[in-house]
Nanobody, 125 residues
Framework: QVQLVESGGGSVQAGGSLKLSCAASGLTFSSYAMSWFRQAPEKAREFIAHISRSGGNTHYADSVKGRFTISRDNAKNTVFLQMNSLNPEDTAVYYC??????????????????WGQGTQVTVSS
């Protein structure tokens, strides 16, 4: 079955950087557009970044644009999220997800069929 495993989370001070990875198995990775979401305590899951199947197109939430970069390595079945200039508002559990169809909008969590277990990112001031 499809498995997505995130890693790279941790605790960092404001202004610092982290790079998250999401390793995929059980699917033809290059056939799936991928996204990162995050969820802070008592808040809804929030879209933050999306990358097309080939990696040629990316989209970001306004809250992370210019600070975060999504990328993928189809040969290694892995999607990445480079996070720079982190601030306490970025504290959340970060999830990667595979979009069920390229015809679906990337911003809604309901359009994703497979999710990882999440990795915690904590940014202190």
């Amino acid at each position: 079955q499809v498995q997505l495993v995130e890693s790279g989370g941790g605790s960092v001070q404001a202004g610092g950087s982290l790079k998250l990875s999401c390793a995929a198995s059980g699917l033809t990775f290059s056939s799936y557009a991928m996204s990162w979401f995050r969820q802070a305590p008592e808040k809804a899951r929030e879209f933050i970044a999306h990358i097309s199947r080939s990696g040629g197109n990316t989209h970001y939430a306004d809250s992370v644009k210019g600070r975060f970069t999504i990328s993928r390595d189809n040969a290694k079945n892995t999607v990445f999220l480079q996070m720079n200039s982190l601030n306490p508002e970025d504290t959340a559990v970060y999830y990667c997800a595979a979009l069920r169809s390229p015809l679906l909008g990337y911003g809604s969590p309901t359009n994703y069929g497979s999710w990882g277990q999440g990795t915690q990112v904590t940014v202190s001031s």
